[in-house]
């Protein structure tokens, strides 16, 4: 068990939809990141904050955004959905500000199927 | 650009057998190097870094990497595999968050 939560586990939904996805990081740190896994990309960086900021962004569409609320959580907001967005969301969270030397303590990822 | 290739999807290794899973990179300047495992129903767990200095570097789990810049090449190995060992392993590259690859990963499945 790394620390990290998500909710919810699994969530099917349709086309045009939005949905929020959920990450409680590790006590006490403070970088957040997003991680979409599907079977075509691959494992793709999506963005991380750092203490409530937005820190680093990677290939995150416009439909797609995200923030940490002062309690350290984290929710990444999905809309306009299509059926290319299924994939595995993983949020790991780190102590530092650098997601290379701080090592990321990844959650069981949240599964989303969109129909 | 920067990739990262692992080019076996899946392997399997009887218990107690040695391991060897391959990783080839292309990345501009000297990279900073990870190992991933992902179990099933897991996130991902960081198995070893290369960042710089000794070129073969240990890691959690007994297991262990080496850096061949001629090569390109960040191979993980293990000496004795456990059924426990069974998962996904993820080659990664990078020097900041938002410009890491992995590569597609190499399954591993263990026999009794």
């Known amino acids: 068990d790394s620390g990290v939560t998500q909710t919810p586990k699994h969530l099917i939904t349709a086309t045009g939809q939005r949905v929020t996805l959920r990450c409680s990081p590790r006590s006490g740190d403070l970088s957040v990141y997003w991680y979409q896994q599907s079977l075509d990309q691959g494992l793709q960086f999506l963005i991380q904050?750092?203490?409530?900021?937005?820190?680093a962004k990677g290939n995150i569409l416009e439909r797609f955004s995200a923030q940490q609320f002062p309690d350290l959580h984290s929710e990444l907001n999905l809309s306009s959905l299509e059926l290319g967005d299924s994939a595995l969301y993983f949020c790991?969270?780190?102590?530092?500000?650098?997601?290379?030397?701080?090592?990321?303590?990844f959650g069981p990822g949240t599964r989303l199927t969109v129909l | 650009a920067q990739s990262v290739t692992q080019p076996d999807i899946h392997i399997t290794v009887s218990e107690g057998a040695s391991l060897e899973l391959r990783c080839n990179y292309s990345?501009?300047?000297?990279?900073?190097l990870f190992w991933y495992v992902q179990s099933p129903g897991q996130g991902l767990q960081l198995l070893l870094k290369y960042f710089s200095g000794d070129t073969l570097v240990q890691g959690i789990k007994g297991f262990e990497a080496e850096f061949k810049r001629s090569q390109s090449s960040f191979n993980l190995r293990k000496p004795s595999v456990h059924w426990s060992d069974a998962a996904e392993y993820f080659c990664a590259v990078g020097e900041r968050v938002n410009d890491m690859r992995f590569g597609a990963g190499t399954r591993l499945t263990v026999k009794p």
């Open positions: 990345y501009g300047a000297t990279p900073y």
């Open positions: 904050y750092y203490n409530g900021e937005e820190r």
């Open positions: 790991a969270s780190s102590a530092g500000t650098s997601g290379i030397y701080n090592e990321q303590f």
